[in-house]
């Protein structure tokens, strides 16, 4: 893949894996070194490196295109990387993926898609079921269950179209559940829904850290990040300050993530885009 | 003229299996919105045809096949390099992309036809149906001498493609069909499942290329264009479920190439006229059916939109009616003067048994006193929810209300009193 820019690092490094590395540790649930991205040859993150303490509610918090759907995209793998290395539990994504839970924007997919809200959550549990084989009954009545945990079995059957932007946004939190997962990815779970979602998301949130997992959530909203996460991602094309909330979360901080101080470094990544593209310099 | 078993037999189950096959496909094509894709290497594929028969001088369905699905992958890649590269939207990039290389399998026709290749620019449009007529005189006359080995020899090369081309993507969206429904749905889950989006797209693209020139050859690219898209757009209007909607496209399929194939054989001859093009009547039976169901699908369609509209607009009227006499009431009057109301709506208030008439005027019964109470408790409880917790002011509440008390929900509980100091029922 040429992307126009040089990897961070020398491949031998990279090869090595973070496992052997002091600094990121194995039992960390998500770790990032070194990750570039890059969208049409302009970067959009440079040079993240992050280790994600296992079993808290983290947030990742940042302004518009500060790269925060970018971040979790790269991470699973569904935008490539320029550069860097990310790895679960020590492992490489492909032998982590039944650990990890994803669940994308409500607005990337299709809500008119002839499908039932329970067929929606099976979709979880596509991988336990492997390919070729049909849903048994087992998953669906455990889909029904994770249905159930978001107050939303009486709509099991309804087509999704037919749901308020709410209980659409529960159904997809349902369908994460249904993964059974350590690890949850989650990209805006709170965007555009209403009070009794919110409280419900929340409620499941908190259910999932008693069990033991991890949560990594894009979030919009700062005065909730104190209130519903343990960690925060600080993010402005890097990472800006990453750690506990009371720690990071302050108003010094939020003001090099929000107050404009890196136009310069996006300037220089527009100019890179232009150059790389061989277009007329501005 | 009827069904013939050596005349009919042949054609109509190559234009049945055609169908099938391409519904089959085309489910997913419009539900993933890219049903352009399915015009687009239907038309595409005409250059690989020409190309690998030029080359290997043979009309082997194998040959064939190699040779559009090359071009069909071309064309999807082709399509992304435009798209990017030109900076265009990706209808406009699978335009040009496919007209260009139709162009391109026209050209190429003209120039091999000195070599001394029988492809025929016609054909590829229409197909020949016409032509898999059972040619042996010993061909059976009733469907009991079908059941002979003879039949099967008989059978044409490309009615045995076909069959084998519907057989195969029968396998691929009922084996398929959980994994075709998650990346068609959310591409990126499927993705992070290990069920790579990408990977059943370009499946999904090679099936359709296959479809394609199996079909081609019997029913013509017309056929094939109709079938991948309008069995699935008809079929989503009549349910909400994928596989429902998937057996619904087949049995849309099969009708449209039965209607179609005696609709263009017998009906001209009704009129003393020569039958006309079979193919090409189907597909346009096809669309007929897409358009009626547009109208009358009783779910989805324009009509049942309208009568569920009237009904509702019926309801409003004689509740409105109900709540006016209830307030009418409680100011003191002795019901209200009878041409005041819309005779209509008063009638259907009488046969429901809600209101009476008395000298000129209507009154409540205890039925309607009952039911208008219920409707006006509801319109109070809105004002005091919209004052209380939307912070509306009341004098701005009772145009909401009267818009949500039609609705059948309503707060459970309030005060004694909504804002305007009125007694809630």
Redesign the interface.
């Known amino acids: 893949m040429t992307t126009g820019i040089h990897p961070a690092l020398p491949d031998p490094v990279l090869a090595q894996g973070l496992a052997e590395r002091p600094e990121h540790s194995p039992e960390s649930p998500l770790s990032i070194h070194a990750m570039t991205v890059a969208y049409q040859r302009k970067p959009v993150l440079w040079d993240v490196d992050y280790d994600a303490p296992p079993n808290k509610l983290i947030a990742i918090v940042g302004p518009n295109g500060a790269g925060k759907s970018t971040l979790i ?1 790269a991470c ?3 935008v490539p990387r320029a550069s860097g290395l990310v790895e679960f539990w020590g492992q490489e994504y492909k032998r982590a ?1 039944s650990r ?1 839970g ?1 669940v ?1 924007q409500r607005e ?3 809500w008119d ?4 809200a329970l ?2 959550v099976c ?1 979880g549990r ?2 336990k ?1 492997g ?5 048994s009954r087992a998953h669906k009545d455990a889909a029904l269950a994770c249905l159930e945990r978001v107050g939303m079995h009486e709509f099991a059957k309804r ?1 999704i179209s037919q749901l308020s932007g709410g209980q659409q946004q529960r159904v997809f939190l349902a ?1 994460a559940l249904a ?1 059974e997962s350590d690890l949850y990815v989650m990209d805006e779970p709170f965007a555009g829904v209403d009070a009794a979602t919110e409280r419900a998301i929340v409620e499941v949130l908190r259910e999932l850290k008693t069990t033991g997992k991890t949560v990594v959530a894009v979030h919009h909203d700062l005065q909730t990040v104190p209130e519903y996460f343990d960690d925060v991602i600080l993010l402005n094309m890097r990472v800006v300050a990453s750690g506990p909330v009371r720690d990071v979360f302050t108003r010094e901080n939020l003001q090099r993530t929000y107050g404009g101080r890196l136009t310069l470094l996006s300037e220089a990544a527009e100019a890179m885009a232009r150059a790389a593209s061989g277009e007329m310099p501005a | 003229m009827t069904f013939s078993i050596p005349v009919d037999l042949f054609p109509l189950s190559a234009a049945v299996l055609a169908s099938i096959a391409c519904a089959l496909l085309g489910n997913f094509l419009v ?1 993933r ?1 890219m049903s352009l894709m399915g015009d687009a290497i239907s038309h595409s594929v005409l250059p690989g045809l020409v190309i690998a028969f030029m080359i290997a001088s043979s009309r082997s369905p194998l040959v064939m096949f190699l040779g559009a699905a090359i071009a069909g992958a071309l064309t999807v890649v082709l399509v992304e390099v435009v798209k990017r590269l030109g900076r265009v939207e990706p209808g406009a990039a699978m335009g040009v992309v496919f007209s260009v290389l139709f162009a391109l399998g026209v050209l190429l026709i003209e120039q091999s036809r000195s070599s001394g290749v029988d492809l025929d620019a016609s054909c590829v449009l229409h197909g020949q149906l016409e032509t898999l007529v059972w040619w042996s005189a010993d061909a059976p006359n009733s469907l009991a001498g079908l059941w002979s080995s003879d039949t099967l020899r008989a059978v044409p090369r490309q009615v045995w493609t076909l069959l084998v081309m519907a057989a195969l993507s029968l396998v691929f969206v009922v ?5 075709m ?2 990346a ?3 591409p ?8 790579s989006a990408g990977g059943m797209h370009y499946a999904l693209m090679l099936f359709v290329a296959g479809a394609t020139v199996a079909a081609f050859e019997a029913v013509g690219s017309i056929l094939v264009i109709a079938m991948l898209i309008c069995p699935g757009a008809t079929a ?1 209007l009549l ?4 596989s429902t ?1 998937i057996v619904w496209s087949v049995a849309i399929a099969i009708a449209s190439a039965l209607l179609g194939y005696f609709g263009a054989t017998m009906i001209p001859g009704w009129f003393d006229r020569a039958p006309v093009n079979a193919a090409g009547t189907m597909g346009v039976t096809s669309g007929v059916l897409l358009v009626a169901t547009i109208f009358a699908s009783p779910s989805h369609g324009v009509i049942a939109r309208m009568l569920r509209r009237t009904a509702m607009a019926r309801t409003v009227a004689l509740e409105d009616l109900l709540a006016s006499l209830y307030r009418a009431r409680e100011a003191g009057e002795q019901g209200v003067p009878i041409d005041s109301v819309p005779t209509r709506v008063c009638k259907r208030a009488r046969a429901r048994g809600f209101v009476e008439r008395a000298n000129g005027s209507i009154t409540l019964t205890p039925t309607g006193e009952a039911e208008a109470a219920t409707l006006v408790r509801r319109h109070r409880l809105w004002e005091h929810y919209l004052v209380d917790r939307a912070g509306f002011a009341p004098d701005h509440v009772h145009a909401p209300a009267e818009i949500l008390e039609h609705t059948g929900l309503g707060p459970e509980t309030g005060p004694e009193t909504d804002p305007h100091g009125r007694i809630i029922p």
């Open positions: 995209k699973l793998g569904l993926r990890i994803y994308p990337s997919v299709d898609f002839p499908v039932s067929d929606v979709m596509y991988r079921i390919w070729c084989r049909p849903v087509q369908r993964q | 539900l919105r084996g398929f069909f959980k994994e429904r998650i068609s749905f959310d990126a889950l499927a993705t992070t499942q290990g069920f989503r349910t909400d479920r994928l909607q």
